[in-house]
């Protein structure tokens, strides 16, 4: 009985250790799992490589060359802006003319016959059978007759026989019969029985308007003519640009028809009404055309300088548009960066015009402006994309195994606009 009590007692104690030897095993191996994973710190840096506070930006030298950073300082420079548009030639107005009779009679003879010749001030043109310049010749050959008749008569008589002769001289005149014509009428005495007409006016003949053997009276058209020594161009300014535009402005133009040859002119109009389809204003420039190589409806190009002045500019990359404001950010030193609202005025030659905002000498960033912006908006939190932190806390509360899927996690935040800073900085951080 004894035996079998201390029998029973030995297997007690036997379960007893055994159950607290497993317990403690379940027990170690339960801490031993469930703590935190171990981090290494070995080359973990504490200061950040991108930091923003507000409007001001601080960029390590790291950051600043993989963002590449690129500054330049505000100047005072002279400016021209150049506009380059398009244009269509055209005749000048106020060179076209037309050639009409003053007589009336039969057209027998032209002397121009197509269009497109020259004609010369006072070239003969035409030959006409016209009594009306027949009647003319006669009435004078007779006051000659008279005159030279009545010389001796009374002072009265000789006074008024030479007016007649005048009258009847001012009739041919009016006839558009020239000194030497009515000189050799003079000289010969004999009447001829065609009038030669002659141009009034010069220039290039663009329509004819009469055959041989049409019967013309005074006041007819005979010749449509233009001065083509001198022709218009009309072009399109936008109206951005025409605030630049005036009267007397020197235009250079070019044509693909003769390379590496321009022609000059002078902005003579500008019209007063805006296209409301295109946003642009018809601008009339008047050129001069040696040789007439200029035809009337060829298409040129025309490039116009406006002269803006000294004026304090900065480089066009400089500026950040966000369309309510015109954004630079300014180095206050070799890291540190602060955004500033300026007023501009005009571009041109690759800068623009910076009309408040800014002092002469003021340094300004050119290159990766748009980035910096970016940590303005982010804060210095940008500065930790790409960072691990965020995920091992994450992580702490689960299995080692599962801190890859932690870490790919925190991939995400490296999408900002200073990534490859970001990123290269995270990668100093490996594991972290």
Do not use: C
Not at 182 to 192: F, G, P, S, V, Y
Not at 197 to 226: H, R
Not at 253 to 273: D, E, K, L, M, W
């Amino acid at each position: 009985m004894i035996e079998k009590l201390q029998a029973k007692k030995k297997l007690i104690i036997g379960v007893t250790a055994g159950i607290l030897v497993i317990g403690g095993t379940g027990y170690y191996y339960t801490t031993q799992h469930n703590k935190p994973a171990a981090v290494d710190h070995t080359g973990h840096q504490t200061n950040t490589p991108v930091m923003a506070m507000g409007d001001t930006v601080t960029l390590d030298a790291k950051a600043r060359q993989l963002a590449g950073v690129q500054t330049a300082q505000a100047i005072v420079k002279s400016l021209a802006k150049e506009i380059k548009t398009t244009g269509k030639i055209a005749m000048n107005e106020s060179g076209r003319t037309y050639i009409t009779s003053r007589v009336e009679g039969r057209v027998d003879e032209l002397y121009i016959t197509a269009e497109g010749q020259t004609i010369a001030p006072g070239q003969a043109i035409a030959s006409v059978y016209s009594p009306t310049y027949i009647a003319a010749q006669e009435e004078y050959l007779l006051s000659l007759e008279t005159v030279q008749k009545l010389k001796n008569a009374s002072k009265d008589i000789v006074q008024i026989n030479n007016r007649l002769r005048d009258a009847a001289r001012r009739k041919l005149q009016l006839l558009n019969v020239s000194d030497n014509d009515i000189a050799h009428l003079e000289h010969t005495r004999q009447l001829n029985d065609h009038m030669t007409i002659y141009a009034q006016f010069g220039g290039t003949v663009l329509e004819k308007q009469l055959l041989p053997g049409a019967f013309i009276m005074p006041g007819d058209k005979l010749y449509s003519l233009s001065d083509l020594s001198t022709v218009w161009l009309y072009t399109d300014i936008y109206e951005k640009d025409i605030a630049g535009i005036t009267p007397g402005q020197p235009v250079v133009v070019t044509s693909g028809a003769y390379p590496g040859q321009t022609f000059t002119g002078n902005v003579t109009f500008i019209n007063p009404v805006l296209d409301d389809a295109t946003r642009t204003v018809k601008v009339r420039v008047e050129l001069a055309n040696p040789g007439g190589k200029l035809k009337p409806n060829m298409f040129v190009n025309a490039n116009v300088q406006i002269p803006l002045g000294d004026s304090l500019v900065i480089p066009e990359s400089s500026l950040l548009d966000t369309g309510s404001r015109k954004i630079v950010f300014i180095a206050q030193s070799e890291d540190t960066f602060v955004k500033r609202e300026v007023v501009i005025g005009q571009h041109a030659d690759g800068y623009v015009q910076i009309l408040s905002g800014l002092q002469p000498g003021e340094t300004v960033v050119t290159a990766a402006t748009f980035l910096i912006d970016s940590q303005t908006k982010l804060g210095s939190l940008g500065s930790h994309a790409g960072h691990g932190g965020g995920g091992a806390a994450k992580g702490a509360a689960t299995p080692a195994p599962a801190s890859g899927s932690a870490n790919s996690g925190a991939a995400a935040p490296a999408k900002t606009p200073l990534a490859p800073a970001a990123q290269a900085a995270g990668g100093e951080h490996s594991g972290h």
